[in-house]
């Protein structure tokens, strides 16, 4: 499988379509869907199950998924890397970071740091905790922001914040009044959960396990 297939393997992957693949990538609608009937063919099992116009990725398609992230992480800073050279840019940084704190904290510090340094180019890139490590242990980025870092061979890391979690709801909701939320205050309420295998979803297993109360999310 080349790059080229991959490449179209993960936009029908994010969009679910081939119409918004083709979209994406500037080819026709036919060139996706004979790719991907290629890549079928050539990997001898599907990719993806097709259901009401739409096509939703199978496990192995998922498994092609994460495992070309790293691929394409280091061919967008080569890409980087090129234009750095063609015009002439002195500085360069590749930072990962993980979704919670790339969605809040992070754009706006890169902000203030890149109006400080107009000429240093950025490049920024959003995943999972293992994948942060892989691309700082890789040297696909300079620095990585996770939350709850452990230590890990060959990583030096610095703790640059401690905060706490905490629990939204609704103004007039029976637990609103309490300055603090125990886990067996919330196994009274259906309450939303978060996703098992984030380092937030598991703190908060954690924390349910810990005072020995069954964590039933509801959602």
């Given at each position: 499988?080349n790059?080229r297939?991959?490449?179209?393997?993960?936009?029908?992957?994010?969009?679910?379509?081939?119409?918004?693949a083709?979209?994406?990538?500037?080819?026709?609608?036919?060139?996706?869907?004979?790719?991907?009937k290629?890549?079928?063919?050539?990997?001898?099992?599907?990719?993806?199950?097709?259901?009401?116009?739409?096509?939703?990725?199978?496990?192995?398609?998922?498994?092609l998924?994460?495992?070309?992230?790293?691929?394409?992480?280091?061919?967008?800073?080569?890409?980087?890397?090129?234009?750095?050279?063609?015009?002439?840019?002195?500085?360069?940084?590749?930072?990962?970071?993980?979704?919670?704190?790339?969605?809040?904290?992070?754009?706006?510090?890169?902000?203030?740091f890149?109006?400080?340094?107009?000429?240093t180019?950025?490049f920024?890139?959003?995943?999972?905790?293992?994948?942060?490590?892989?691309?700082?242990?890789?040297?696909?980025?300079?620095?990585?922001?996770?939350?709850?870092?452990?230590?890990?061979?060959?990583?030096?890391?610095?703790?640059?914040?401690?905060?706490?979690?905490?629990?939204?709801?609704?103004?007039?909701?029976?637990?609103?009044?309490?300055?603090?939320?125990?886990?067996?205050?919330?196994?009274?309420?259906?309450?939303?959960?978060?996703?098992?295998?984030?380092?937030l979803?598991?703190a908060?297993?954690?924390?349910?396990?810990?005072?020995?109360?069954?964590?039933?999310?509801?959602?």
């Amino acid at each position: 499988m080349n790059l080229r297939q991959l490449e179209i393997l993960r936009a029908v992957v994010r969009h679910r379509t081939t119409l918004a693949a083709a979209g994406e990538l500037a080819v026709s609608q036919p060139a996706v869907s004979n790719a991907l009937k290629a890549m079928e063919a050539q990997a001898g099992f599907p990719l993806f199950d097709r259901i009401n116009n739409r096509l939703f990725p199978t496990a192995e398609a998922m498994t092609l998924y994460k495992e070309s992230e790293a691929i394409f992480a280091l061919h967008a800073k080569l890409e980087g890397r090129l234009r750095d050279l063609r015009e002439n840019r002195h500085g360069h940084l590749a930072l990962m970071a993980t979704p919670p704190l790339a969605y809040g904290l992070l754009p706006r510090a890169l902000a203030a740091f890149v109006r400080g340094r107009p000429q240093t180019r950025l490049f920024f890139d959003v995943r999972r905790y293992e994948g942060v490590i892989e691309g700082v242990t890789g040297r696909v980025a300079e620095l990585g922001f996770a939350l709850g870092l452990s230590n890990h061979v060959g990583l030096a890391h610095e703790v640059v914040h401690r905060g706490e979690m905490v629990c939204v709801m609704a103004p007039d909701h029976p637990l609103s009044a309490r300055e603090a939320v125990t886990p067996a205050d919330l196994a009274r309420h259906p309450f939303i959960g978060l996703e098992r295998g984030t380092r937030l979803g598991e703190a908060l297993r954690d924390a349910f396990a810990r005072d020995g109360v069954p964590f039933g999310a509801t959602v």
